[in-house]
């Protein structure tokens, strides 16, 4: 079956850098968009960044210019650098792939 699992979230201080991995499985992972997202406690979950097979990327403006997102098919695995971050960005994020989604993992920016 799909499973998706995210690692690499953590506490990180305004203006520091995380790196979020999803590791795939269950699925030839090179067919697929693979998509970010984030729920901020309290709001609904919304769309961040996504990588479509061929590695074209669309991002939300509010995360354009700061993180990066990245696929290594070899690892079935999906990337979002994270640069600059911001307290705004405090959400626990998720991958999802079509309408499969991974358990999400907590960032949280605080000084």
């Known amino acids: 079956q799909v499973q998706l699992v995210e690692s690499g979230g953590g506490l990180v201080q305004p203006g520091g850098s995380l790196r979020l991995s999803c590791a795939a499985s269950?699925?030839?992972?090179?067919?697929?968009?693979m998509s970010w997202f984030r729920q901020a406690p309290g709001k609904e979950r919304e769309w961040v960044a996504h990588?479509?097979?061929?590695?074209?990327?669309n991002y939300a403006d509010a995360v354009k210019g700061r993180f990066t997102i990245s696929r290594d098919n070899a690892k079935n695995t999906v990337y979002l650098q994270m640069n600059s971050l911001k307290p705004e960005d405090t959400a626990i994020y998720y991958c999802r792939r079509v309408t499969d989604w991974g358990q999400g993992t907590q960032v949280t920016v605080s000084s």
């Open positions: 990588i479509n097979k061929g590695g074209n990327t």
């Open positions: 269950g699925f030839t992972f090179s067919m697929y968009t």
